[in-house]
């Protein structure tokens, strides 16, 4: 009997930590769904705790008052997580603008970037275009700002605040310094750029810095895109059709990206018919040794 008892006590509590998550989970559903934005949602989470704590001030059983409590912090921590969306809300489009290669010296090695801007209550793509073209900004591409790319700017913020992630640059710079052993004066070179952002210069650092120290040479113009670990590998990167147009545009005959962008940039090739050979790699030690195979060299 004291076991049912016991179990009748905790059944409200085992309530609302299933309910709060799924009232939650279902305004989380259609803000994703670009149903509802995101002050609403946050504003909705925060009426919801003001209600709840009222609830809770008007029980006169505290019995009842502790069950409540917990449902009180709970949407009050799932508030404080959304809050930061309400900076982000503004946030329409962004516009992909050309950025001329990083040519490092005495390398070949040409390192693309492409320069983002991004555009508050803006009401469609073609507005933006029509904002770009009267200021002749030369763009690659606009593209719409979904309720999911906030959340997941959002969601990449809060961990950099928490101390949980790095910086992407940062991070790039650190895998990069631990790859070629010391801290090249080139890397320095090209993060002191303005509007730096992303890893993706990741693998032509490396490479660079291994052709400046007499590793190998390279005498073949050659774009590079991809991100760089600690211990070589080769990662994905984003905006790989922005890029690709770059470097067809610039006129570099050769690319190189990572094997898992692979696909994509096929068929990116096929639908902007682009003439550029793009060459894939998992690993540093495989664009070594295609470099030395463009220059005639077989090791």
């Known amino acids: 009997m004291k076991n049912i008892s016991n179990q009748k006590r905790r059944l409200p509590y085992i309530v609302t930590i299933f309910l709060i998550p799924l009232y939650y989970g279902v305004f ?55 809050l930061p969306l309400i900076f982000y809300e503004g946030t329409s489009h962004v516009a992909y603008i050309y950025k001329e290669p990083f040519h490092a010296r005495d390398t070949e090695i040409y390192l693309i970037g492409v320069d983002r801007v991004d555009f508050q209550y803006m009401e469609s793509i073609q507005s933006v275009e029509d904002l770009l073209n009267k200021q002749q900004v030369p763009f690659l591409d606009v593209a719409e700002i979904t309720n999911l790319d906030k959340y997941e700017s959002k969601n990449q913020q809060i961990l950099k605040w928490l101390h ?24 320095n070179v090209f993060l002191n ?26 005498n073949v113009a050659i774009a590079v895109t991809g991100a760089l670990s600690a211990n070589g590998d080769v990662l994905p990167i984003g905006v790989l059709k922005e890029k690709i147009l770059i470097a067809e545009k610039y006129g570099l005959p050769y690319m190189i990206i990572p094997t898992k962008n692979a696909e994509e940039a096929a068929q990116i090739q096929e639908e902007q018919k682009i003439n550029i050979k793009i060459l894939h790699v998992s690993h540093i030690d495989e664009a070594i040794q295609l470099i030395n195979e463009m220059n005639g060299k077989n090791k």
């Not at 409540?68 to 997580?81: N, V």
């Not at 952002?197 to 590793?215: E, P």
């Open 193 to 218: 750029q303005d509007n730096i952002s992303g890893n993706s210069a990741g693998l032509g650092l490396a490479l660079t810095g291994l052709i400046l120290r007499g590793d190998f040479q390279n």
């Open 28 to 82: 989380l559903l259609l803000y994703f769904q670009d149903v509802i934005g995101g002050i609403s949602f946050v504003a909705i989470l925060l009426i919801n705790f003001i209600i709840l704590f009222i609830v809770r001030i008007l029980l006169r059983k505290k019995v009842y008052k502790r069950k409540i409590t917990l449902a009180i912090y709970m949407m009050f921590l799932l508030f404080c997580f959304e």
């Open 164 to 187: 949980l992630q790095k910086n992407e640059v940062d991070q790039m710079k650190e895998n990069v310094i631990h790859y070629l052993g010391k801290e090249d004066e080139h890397i």
